[in-house]
Every structure is written in C-alpha cells, then in structure tokens.
C-alpha cells in the first residue's frame, strides 16, 4: 500500500470515537449560523482533546487516554441511502487528485526506473468518508450516541422551557418505536446542556442569572455557557482570523464541481467531509412540531437523483447543474466563523475539555463499571467471562467450528437486554476510551458466545474488533491474530452478504499488515474483496494492491502494472476519468519498450480516450500516435478502430487553432533515405502514340532511353556512364578535363553522390519520389499530396527574402497535387511528385503535405454525419485530417580522417537542395527503324532524329560509346556516303557500282584515309561527331541522320549505351554542357564463322616481275541456324584492306561465279595477294589503306566508301584497343632482342579480309535480303586468323608452389618458325626431262635456286646440298641422285634482294626424283649469336626423269 500520513495507531483509534448527539433549539441553530456554521461543524476543529485524560477501569486502575476525539453530529432521524454514501464517496475521491508539480518517487527495479506517486490522499480521503459515514447497526455499538448536547440561546424568551422541550424531544426519539434511527449506546444517555450567548447581541447578566439556574437544576457538571460571537458581522472584514474549518469543510465547494465536471449527476446538498450532517441550502431550516426540519431527513439522502448516481437522465442533470452553480454563488466569498474572535475559539476549545473532563468521561466509566457489575452478579455470564479469560491466558483453546461448518445464521438478532449484547457493549466502550486490553478479553468472550449461537453477523463483528485490539494492545503481548480478520472477512462478505463490513475489515487489516511489512499478504487481501458490485471500491484497493506489489523488498513490477490497468480500468467503470488514466500512465512504464505490444497498444488507446474526455487533447493525439506508429500486431478491425479514433481526436484539435502550423502525421512511414530525386521532363512518347513505345517493338519511332525513375540503380552501369561523359568532355576541352567538372546527375538516390547542390534548369520539372509504407492492415487514403518547399529567389540585383509556400501558388514554384494517394494494407508504394520551377534561386524541399484519411463503406462515420474536410472521389473518403512530414535524409558516416573515424559523424546530404540555373537547350532523340535483332556481321541502315525541344539553341553535338564498331554516321566526305537507299538495287545499304563483265575475278583498286572516315590510331574512344547543318540546332527545330549498324561478331543481347553531348550556344557558368543517354538492347544470331590464312607463294615472280606473292586461303562457315528464318548465304564480295598488301585475283573462281552457302555448310576460297604499290613521294600513303574488291556477281560494293569502310575502321580500332590492353609494352633492351623483332617483321602480313555477304529471309511471305560483312585481320604468315574472338578455355589448375624459382634469364632466339621466313627459296627446272640412257648413263639436269631475302636487313645465306643421311629409307624419299659442282655457297642477300645459283642434279636411273634436298641456312650479318636453321620448303620439288 502506499504511504499514509497517519499511522495505523493513529488511523484507528480516530476512526472509532464516541458520539455525541447535539440538538438544538431555532434560536441556538440562528447564532451559530451567522457564522455559516451548523452548532456541530462549529465544534468540528476542536473535538480533540490537547491533553491527556485520566479514567479508572472497573478494578480501579488508572487508564491513560491519549489523543481523544470526539464525533459531534446533529440528529437524523434518516438512515443514509447507500446509493447516497457511493455518490458521497465518488465525490471525495474525484475531488482529490495529485498535487500540481509534486515531484514522483523515483524506484529503480532491475531495469525498471520508475516514476510513482508514495502518496495516495484520495485513497486516505475515501477511507476516512467511508469509515465515518457508516450506518449504525444493532450487533455493534461502536458508533451509538454515548450524549446528547441539548442547545439554546440565551436570547430565548424562555431558555429553560426550551431545555425542556429538548429534553423531551431527546426523550421521545431515543424511546419511541416510532423512530428506529440514530442509534443510543444505553437507555440512559447521557445529556449535556449547553446555553449559547451572543457577546454583541445578547444580556450577559440574563445569561449569567439563567446559567446560575441551570447549574441548580442539572448540576454543575451537567451544564454549560458557551460565550460566541464577540464581534460584529459588519466587523468580519477588520481582522483577519484564522479559519480552522476550511480543512473540514472546504471539499464541498470542490466535490460539487469535480462531480458536474466528471459526474453525470450532481447533488444539490454539499456533503461534509466528516460527520456529513449539514447542507450548505439548511440555513433556511424550520422547527416543526418542536424537531428541526434538518433532522426529518438525512442529508445523505439523494433528492430527484434516483438510487444510484448513474442512472439520471438530461433533465436532472440540467437541474442538478444549474443548483451547483446557485450553490457556489452562494458560497462565493463566504467567511466561516466572521463573528468569532481567537477568544470565541479558545471558549469552545475550554467547553470541549469541560464536557469531556466533567461529563462525557464519568459518564463512560459509570458505564462500564454498572455493565461490569451486571455481567458478575449473573452467575452464568461471570462463569463465562472468566472461564474465558483464565483459559485465554492459561494458553488452553476451545475447538471452534469452521465457517462451512456453520449454518447461515446471519438473521439471529439479540434483544437490547441480551446478556451477550452487554458483553458486546462493554467491549466497545473500552475501545472507545483506549482501553484495549479490557476490550479485547471481552470482544474474545463475545465471540465464543456468538459462535456458540451461531449468530455469524455478532460474532464476525467480535472477531474483527478483537484482532484489532489485539494489535492495538500496549506491549504487544500476543501476535496480530490475521486469521480471525480471515474468518470475519469471509463471514461478511459470504454469509451476511454486507460488503460494506467486510470492506471495513479489509481496509483494517490492510493497514495493520502493512505496518508489519506484510506486502504480500495485504495485497491478497486487498484483491480478494474486489467484486463487480463497486468499481470505486474495487479500483481503489487493486491501486493499493498493486503499491503493496512495488512496495516489497524485492519490488513485483510487473504485478504492480497489471493491478495498475486493473484500477484504472474500474476507476473508468466508475466515472473517475482522472484517476483511470493516471493509473495507466503509471503503468505504461513498465509495458513501454519491452515487446509487450498488444498490451502497450491497449494502454495508449484508454490513455488516449480517457485525455480526450478530460480535454487533454495534446496527451490524446500522443498516445493515439503511439498506437499507429509501432509495429502492431493488432486485428485490421481494431487498427481501423483505432486509426479512426486517432483521426477523430486530430480533427479536434485542428479545430481548436485552425491557423496554426501543420502537424506532423505519424502514417504513412516515409523511408526518407529511399527518396529518389530525377531533373527533367518524363520521357516523350514516340509521335502518334499516348504511351512510351516498348524498344523492342521494331518499325517505330523509339525515344531514347536516357533517365528514367523506372530504371533500377547498377553501380557498373554508372560507372560507365561517368566514364563516357569524362571522355567525352575531355575531347571537347582539348584533351584536359576542367577542374569544376562534376558528372551529370539527372536522378539522385541513396547511393549516388549527393554532397554537392544539385542543378535543376529552370521550366524544367523536378520530380521528388517519396516512398511511403502503411504499417497497418486497413488501407489508407491520401488526398492533397504535395511537396512542401522553401524558395529563395535569385536576380541580377542580389537575392529576395525568403519566400515559403505550403499551397502551390505559381508564380515561383508550380507544385503538382495528386488527388487521390490509396495505399493498401500492409503495402509499399511510391509516389512520384513534381515541382515546375518558374524562377532561378535556391530551392528546399521540405517535405510532404497532405490530407491523410481512411477509405468507409458509407460517408457516415460512426454514425455521426460527414465531417467538413470529407469529400467522395474515386474512393469514399471517411474522416480525414490536414498535416505533414517532413522529409529528412542523413547523409553517408564520414571516414576519411581519424577524428571522423574514431566518432560517428555524417556527411550532407543535398539531394532536396537544388539550385534552380537558367534556361540550357534540351536535346531529345528518336530512332527510326531501329532494329532490336540482327544477326552476327549484319548491316542495317537505320534513321536519327535529333530534336531541340527547349529554346535555347544548340551546338558541339558529339555522340561517344564503348561500342564505336556497332554504328556509324558516315564518312565526312559526301562522295564517301551513299545518298539513299534507293541509289542501288534492291535497296543495298552500301554504295554499289554496276560493273560490266570484268575479267574473271581480278581485283578493283581503291584507296582510302582512316581520318576520312573520323577514326584515328585506336589507341582511345572517339568521340564521334554527329554532322548538323551548320553545326547548331535551332529551337524547335529536328534534324534526321542515317545512322548504319552492325551487328556484334558474338551472339547474345548486347547493351549498347550511346552518350550524345551538347552545348548551349550561350554560354552558362554552372552547367556548361548537357547529355543525354540511350541504351540500345540488340540481340545478335549467329550467321558466318570466316578464318583466313596467308601462306608465301613458290611463284618465282608476280607479273610485274616482283617476287613476294602471297597466297590467302579463306574459309567461310554457315554456322546459322534455320530458327531465324535464313535460307541460304551468298558471297557477293570478298575484299582486301591493307597499307602493303592487296588482294590481285582470285584462284579456284568457280565457273557459275554464285558462290552460296545452306545451312552448315563450309567454302573454301583462295586468292593471290600481291604487295601494293607505293608512289616515290608520297607522304600520307602510311595512313591510306588500300582497298581491293574481288566481286562474285555484277555488282561491286565499293568497300572505300561508307559504311563499308566504317565498320572496318571500327573493327580495326577495337582490336587494336584489344591486342593493346592485352599485350604488355616492354621496352627492347639490346640489340638481340632487336633482331628478333626484325625476323617477326618477316612473317607479319597485317591484310584485313572484308567478306560481304548476302541472305535471304522469308518473313509473312515475304522475301527480304539482308546484307553484311565480316571482317578477319591477318597478321602473320601461316597463323590462321578468325573473324571473332574465340572463347578461351579457363586455365587448368595448377599446384601450388611453396618455393622461389630460380630466375634464369633466357636469351630471346627466334623461333623455328619464324626464322623459316626469313629466306624464301624456290627451285626452277623442268617437269620432266627426257635423257637416251643407253646412249649415256648419265643425265645432267639444269636447276635454277632462286633465294629471296624476306627481311629489310642483309642477311648471311648458306647453301649446302650435301644429303643429311646415307640410309636406306633416305634414299628411298630423295631418290639416288647426286649435285654437281660445289657442295656449299656463302652469299650475302640485301634487304629483299633475290638471287639465283644456277646448279646441275646428276641422274642414273628414270623415275621420280625430289630435288628439294638443299639445306639453307641463314643469319642476320650484323649480329654476332648466330640463328641458323634450316629453310625447308614447304612441298617438294619432284622431277620425271625419262628414257629417251
């Protein structure tokens, strides 16, 4: 229980005191109101005694009293109503509340700190009304009138009649059957009469005449003057003296209000809080037939109110208001005690000890001893008391029957004689007096007997009053007996079925076990008397439960909640707002934070809905908030409840300050970090077309791709594009990258960098996409969203204030409003929100604006109509609120210095911040035709528009990609590019000529530059300029380009991103240049697979009569699949592109000149290649490649001119791109490493193969050729080239090795293979030759050698034609022939000299001979290593010999 401010031997003893009845004449009742006081309520302050009081016991023992109290009341002839206790009751505690700024307990336990009140005054208030506003009864006597004050004036005419008359009067109530209310101790009370004097008013010599006679008839301890009233009424504003009543009677004015305030119904009569025998309305009061009217009726009773104080409707409510407010004008400035001076109060405080002293007390012990003396001279009894006490005392107990044992004997009423009824009343008047111990042997005497007559209601009265005198007991000569509470507990409360005893005996017992630190048993008893007959009551005694449960020595918080929400909510049951929602307060901080979420759910909501009723609409929308914002694990029906309660709260606070800020709304979550922010229009739908059209839709004018929202974030993708724009800005700055340059960001997310302010162009919208998540499992309705934002406008003269629009007012910012936002239950769901800039300056995106509702079946909520701010749209809106979110974005942790990396500290994040620059051009782009499948080598004409949709002009369009090979715009000469389609039959893509029938399959020589066609050395990405007329686009105005593709050589889908940059013709200091993206998605089928080899020709001389033909073999694969449709392929061309080879002719031409190709089918073709001709002076023939045609029909692809040689170039620069970065560049270190490079110069070739093709594709019944070229680069002689990349087998794993290698240099030699080029050899001689070997045995045959130096530096020749070997198998390959003349020759060739040895072979026999048996071995002069190998033909040289 909580702390208390008496203590339990002080709670006790005040609350059990003698009565004493006071009644008084009109005239007496008259003086004492000009005080606003009844006669009792002016003694109130001064009943208790100041000092101590002496008495003797029935064996003349002298018994202390110590702080004796007595109860001065008027006599009611009415039993209170019980309905009128409640409501007397309900009143006190709901006019007792916490203090203002009391400061909490604060108890810490475990993890537990908890802030609770140690004090509960309402609690003490209820138990002192409670135990002094119980009804008299029969089976005890505790508060039976003991005296009878009898009052009157000495301003009566005749004040002893009017004694008289009381007395009588006094008489006949006590005595009368008629009246069985109030309650005398004994038959003879005792009277006291008091004569009142008016000091101001009144005679003192009469008064004092009329005492003098008092004191002869009654005696002089039987009668009383009582001088009041010393000063004047007009006087009570002089002197300000103390008013020792307020603390007794001031909580009427209080109860009256809190009970209008929190009560349905209200009193008319103001209670009092002690003796409540007085009405504030009885000053009006009239003696009728000799009894004041105030004693007719309680002043409990209700009037007009019905039983209890729930069940009253409008009317009487109406009423009973308007009397509370008569009643509090009335009291308004009221002064108690006005007349009386500080000598009025030590006169009554002196008539007390004189009443006390000289009456009441001689008349208790007389008392005491005349039932003591009845109760020996009965023989029985005196048996019975004293048997009793010598066997307490002796220790011997007398078996008792158990309480299910007993029968219900509830209704056995004693006569007032009864001798068990005196023993009962002696027991209570040595309560009374403080005399405990007598007490508590008599009440143990009394519970025998009762119990023998099974008279339950007496002895459960016995018992409860004989285990609090046993605690009360001086010493403390026995233990607290709990049990005999127990028993008399259960016996009231299922026996007699009066709740009100047993509810005092709790709350003794409560107190007593407290004191004794028993917590837990208090609490358990405290609980047990908890029932559903009153929720006041029982929430008050689960709220002294629950601080027994937090008052332990190991404190029960979590007990200590739930009896909490178990108070608060029977203080709701019975109409204590305040009390209910303080205990659920109290107990949300053990629920709060701990996972307990239903429970924590529950809480806030009564929390919520007890402030709203109380008016507390702040506290309301906070809990309610709380409800909606943790993550609930409640029913869709119990959060739509409660969000519409939430919802209903906020609209009257709204309602309360219309024109102030916006709140802040706890739904929909707002994931702020998610926030994406994207600069520019929405994509333009292609012409004629409401939507985007998909890019894979072929035929169609298709937008560039650029930036979109839709598009998911890839950091490699980004990448990308930073690195193509950092080129591509380079190129356009002469190769340097300026210093303010930072890569354009048209959509700013989490992960890009957001450090910097963004630039937005004016006119141009700015979309701000906000991801919003519902929580809860009822849809939620948005109306009215909006971005909210901040602008600061710009001009030449300087800056403007500050300007913030909540409204989409245009004239700076146009903000967009989406009508209607739903989300559904428990979903995600982005909302893409624009602000059309109208003004340069800086802008803020602060956050989001809206109307948050739920979706109803019906407009009407709740049964209350349609609320304003309710609108139907395309979902029936059912309540809604106006409020924001702000929108809040932490920027990335630092950490890159050590200050930031040993603390937590955060970056800016500016994605909201952006600085709105003015107007720069906007580009868009469309592709005609475009295609999205093409097959491997394909070309494929294609359309651009370029569009400038702003009005700015633009310039410096340049385009760059990865894949530069994929397409091109033509070449810069106008002679190079085809005009039209339409030029060359069947609508070729290339620049075709007719020719007339040439000779069979001889070349057409053509030349070209590689900057003619806008390709450099290859070495880096080009930034590809795109041709505008005059190099600027206007306003409006669009411009279409052919662009020609081709297909990658690799099957698959490719990505292709393109990068167009542009420029504003004026100049802008922040934003110099401007891109725009496109990603372009081919899907690329396999078509021809094309290697091609180059082997040296045995040919002595070309027809020029040069030597250094070479032979090229290429090989063409259909390796296409019929799933696309494609019959067959048809080589059209085959072509050469080289700056020192050209193919001259073609070797195996077929004889129909149609070379096709069906599916898997393989060709073979094999032409000659000659070295190309180089005029003497020339300097740019290093950079022309010369172009050689071989063509298989009538029509030549001229392969010099667009887009043939593009697509070349192209390829030629990638690979060149590849072999570079795959190839590590090691500078030569000396001179042998040197000559190796000069013998790899020999074998390299470096002839680019151009093979052109066609194929024919049936699609809908129609017939469509498609046309393309492959192309293969030849580098070295004898190593087969492919037309694509071929995919490399991942290397085998290898085992690890757990020592260092040895490093040993090896010397760099040449290898076998290169070294066999270094000395081209050819042998001369006839076929056959026919020799008369019978004429002569032997045949002289003539041989020419002709030796070729294939290198550009002198090289060291030996030939040697002695035979390597002399065995059979020898002589069975080269035959049985012998050289004549030298056997060996030294020569020295010059660069790419040839010579010739004129030598004999010398034959014995006919037959086949091979006469490539020389061996030549050769070495460069200027090197000492010497490199010799043998130079071996490749095929032998076999001659017929003949018999002539």
């Known amino acids: 229980m909580a702390q208390c401010v008496q203590s339990v031997q002080e709670l006790i003893p005040d609350s059990f005191v003698p009565c004493v009845a006071a ?392 006569p007032p004689e009864a001798p068990e009824l005196q023993i009962r009343k002696m027991a209570d008047l040595c309560f009374l007096v403080q005399h405990y111990d007598l007490a508590y042997s008599c009440y143990h005497t009394a519970k025998k007997d009762f119990l023998n007559d099974q008279a339950m209601l007496y002895a459960a009265g016995a018992l409860e009053m004989a285990a609090v005198s046993a605690f009360l007991q001086p010493g403390a000569p026995r233990p607290y007996p709990a049990h005999y509470m127990d028993t008399a507990i259960q016996t009231y409360r299922d026996i007699c079925k009066n709740m009100v005893l047993a509810e005092r005996c709790v709350l003794l017992s409560a107190e007593i076990l407290k004191s004794q630190s028993k917590y837990a048993e208090a609490a358990a008893l405290l609980i047990r008397l908890t029932s559903e007959d009153s929720d006041l009551r029982s929430a008050l005694l689960l709220e002294q439960a629950a601080h027994c449960f937090i008052n332990m020595k190991n404190p029960m918080v979590r007990k200590y909640a739930f009896h909490m929400i178990l108070a608060g909510h029977r203080f709701s049951k019975a109409g204590q707002k305040k009390h209910a929602l303080r205990c659920y307060c109290q107990a949300m901080q053990v629920y709060k934070g701990k996972g307990w979420s239903l429970a924590e759910d529950h809480i806030n909501f009564t929390i919520g809905r007890q402030s709203y009723t109380l008016r507390q609409l702040d506290n309301a929308v906070s809990a309610f908030r709380h409800i909606l914002i943790n993550e609930s694990k409640q029913s869709a029906a119990q959060q739509g409840a409660f969000l519409r309660e939430y919802l209903y709260v906020y609209k009257n606070v709204n309602q309360l300050s219309p024109d102030g800020p916006l709140p802040q709304l706890p739904l929909p979550y707002i994931n702020s970090s998610a926030t994406r922010v994207f600069f520019g229009h929405d994509r333009r739908p292609a012409d004629g077309s409401k939507t985007f059209l998909p890019p894979w839709i072929p035929g169609e004018k298709q937008a560039a791709t650029h930036v979109s929202l839709d598009q998911e974030y890839d950091a490699e993708s980004s990448q990308q594009w930073r690195e193509l724009e950092e080129h591509v800005v380079a190129v356009a700055n002469k190769g340097v990258i300026p210093s303010s340059f930072y890569p354009t960001q048209y959509c700013l997310n989490s992960y890009s960098d957001n450090s910097r302010f963004p630039l937005a162009v004016v006119e141009e919208p700015i979309t701000v996409e906000v991801a919003f998540r519902n929580p809860l499992k009822v849809p939620l309705l948005l109306s009215d969203l909006s971005l909210l934002w901040k602008f600061q406008p710009k001009d030449t003269s300087g800056k403007d204030t500050e300007k913030e629009r909540v409204t989409g007012e245009p004239e700076m910012i146009g903000t967009e409003v989406i009508s209607e936002f739903l989300i559904n239950s428990e979903e995600s769901k982005v909302a893409r929100l624009k602000l059309f800039p109208h003004h340069i300056g800086e802008l803020h995106i602060l956050g989001v604006v809206y109307n948050l509702g739920t979706i109803q079946g019906s407009v009407t909520v709740d049964g209350i109509g349609a609320l304003p701010g309710c609108h139907t749209g395309k979902h029936s809106l059912g309540m809604s609120v106006r409020g924001r979110q702000d929108l809040e974005i932490q920027g990335p942790r630092l950490n890159n210095t050590k200050e930031e990396k040993t603390s937590v500290k955060y970056g800016p994040d500016r994605r909201l911040d952006p600085i709105v620059t003015e107007e720069m051009p906007l580009l868009e782009v469309f592709f005609i035709h475009f295609p999205t499948g093409l097959l491997c080598g394909e070309i494929r004409k294609a359309y651009v528009e370029f569009v400038n949709v702003s009005q700015c002009p633009l310039t410096a369009l340049k385009v760059v990609s990865k894949r530069p090979e994929f397409f091109t715009f033509g070449g810069n000469t106008a002679a190079l590019t085809p005009l039209s389609p339409s030029t060359s039959e069947n609508c070729s893509a290339y620049k075709t000529v007719v020719t007339a029938s040439p000779s069979l399959g001889t070349a057409f020589v053509s030349t070209a530059s590689s900057v003619d066609f806008g390709t450099g050395t290859g070495q880096q990405l080009e930034a590809i300029p795109v041709p505008l007329p005059d190099s600027v686009l206007l306003p409006g105005a669009s411009v279409q380009l052919p662009m020609w593709l081709r297909g990658p050589d690799e099957e698959g889908v490719h990505e292709i991103n393109f990068l167009f940059y542009y420029e504003s013709v004026k100049k802008q200091p922040k934003k110099r240049h401007r891109i725009l993206r496109h990603t372009a998605v081919i899907c690329t089928s396999r078509s021809l697979n094309v290697r091609a080899t180059v082997c040296r020709s045995n040919s002595l001389e070309d027809e020029e009569g040069r030597g250094g033909n070479m032979l090229v073999f290429v090989d063409v694969e259909n390796t296409n699949t019929s799933e696309a449709g494609v019959k067959e392929f048809h080589m059209v061309q085959v072509s050469s592109s080289s700056k020192h080879w050209q193919l001259h002719r073609s070797v195996n031409i077929s004889e129909n000149r149609d070379a096709k190709l069906a599916s898997r089918e393989k060709g073979k073709f094999c032409f000659k290649a000659v070295r190309c001709k180089q005029k003497e002076g020339d300097k740019q023939s290093s950079e022309k490649y010369t172009f050689a045609d071989i063509i298989f029909g009538n029509e030549q692809i001229i392969s010099s001119a667009s887009p043939c040689a593009d697509f070349f170039y192209r390829s030629l620069s990638s690979e060149l791109r590849r072999t570079q970065d795959q190839l590590p560049a090691y500078p030569e270190k000396n001179a042998s490493e040197g000559a190796v490079r000069l013998i790899e110069k020999c074998s390299e070739v470096d002839l680019s193969i151009v093979v052109l093709w066609k194929a024919y594709v049936v699609e809908d019944n129609k017939q469509l050729i498609l046309e393309g070229q492959h192309h293969v680069v030849v580098r070295t002689v004898g190593k087969e080239a492919c037309s694509h990349s071929q995919k490399q087998e991942p290397p085998e794993m290898e085992l690890l090795k757990f020592f260092r290698p040895e490093n040993t240099t090896v010397s760099a030699r040449p290898s076998v293979e290169q070294l066999s080029n270094l000395i081209k050899t050819s042998l001369h001689y006839p076929e056959s030759f026919h020799h008369p070997f019978h004429q002569k045995s032997l045949c002289l045959v003539p041989v020419t050698l002709l030796l070729s130096n294939c290198s550009k530096a002198e090289v060291d020749v030996i030939v040697d034609l002695r035979h390597k070997t002399t065995s059979p198998e020898a002589l069975e390959t080269h035959g049985s022939f012998t050289w004549l003349g030298q056997t060996q020759y030294k020569l020295q060739l010059k660069s790419q000299e040839t010579h010739s040895l004129q030598l004999k072979a010398c034959f014995v026999h006919t037959g086949v001979y091979n006469l490539g048996t020389p061996r030549v071995f050769a070495k460069l002069s200027d090197q000492v290593t010497v490199f010799e190998t043998s130079q071996q033909n490749s095929m032998p040289a076999l001659i017929i010999i003949n018999n002539a």
């Open 23 to 414: 009644l008084c004449s009109d005239e007496a009742e008259r003086l004492t109101r000009l005080n606003h006081l009844s006669f009792a309520e002016l003694l109130k302050p001064f009943s208790r005694l100041t000092s101590e009081v002496h008495m003797r016991d029935p064996n003349n023992q002298l018994h202390i009293i110590k702080n004796l109290k007595i109860a001065v009341s008027n006599i009611v002839t009415q039993p209170p109503q019980p309905g009128a206790i409640g409501k007397l009751l309900n009143d006190v505690v709901s006019g007792s509340q916490p203090a203002e700024g009391l400061v909490a307990n604060v108890i810490t336990a475990g993890d537990y700190d908890l802030n609770i009140s140690a004090t509960t005054p309402w609690f003490e208030s209820y138990r002192e009304t409670f135990l002094q506003s119980m009804p008299a009864s029969d089976h005890e006597f505790l508060n039976h009138y003991l005296a009878c004050m009898l009052v009157a004036s000495s301003a009566e005419a005749e004040p002893m009649e009017q004694f008289s008359k009381l007395s009588q009067e006094q008489h006949r109530i006590q005595h009368n059957s008629d009246y069985s209310y109030p309650k005398w101790f004994i038959p003879n009370t005792l009277k006291y009469y008091v004569l009142l004097h008016d000091v101001t008013s009144g005679d003192e010599q009469r008064a004092e005449s009329i005492y003098e006679e008092m004191k002869q008839k009654y005696g002089t301890q039987g009668c009383y003057l009582l001088k009041i009233n010393s000063r004047a009424p007009n006087r009570a504003s002089d002197e300000q003296i103390p008013d020792p009543w307020s603390q007794y009677l001031q909580k009427n004015s209080i109860q009256n209000q809190e009970s209008y305030e929190d009560g349905p119904c209200t009193m008319t009569s103001s209670k009092n809080s002690d003796s409540n025998l007085l009405s504030l309305d009885g000053l009006d009061n009239e003696v009728k037939d000799g009894l004041p009217d105030n004693c007719r009726v309680h002043p409990l009773q209700i009037d007009q109110c019905g039983d209890t104080p729930h069940n009253t409707d409008g009317s009487d409510h109406a009423k009973s208001a308007s009397s509370v407010h008569e009643t509090k004008k009335a009291s308004t400035g009221l002064i108690r005690g006005a007349c009386l001076t500080l000598t009025d109060h030590d006169r009554i405080r002196q008539f007390i000890q004189e009443f006390t002293f000289r009456g009441l007390l001689p008349h208790v012990e007389k008392t005491i001893r005349q039932l003591n003396d009845q109760l020996i001279s009965r023989k029985g009894l005196s048996r019975s008391l004293f048997s009793a006490t010598k066997k307490w005392f002796s220790g011997s107990k007398v078996p008792e029957k158990s309480i299910s044992e007993l029968k219900s004997t509830s209704g056995l009423l004693y």
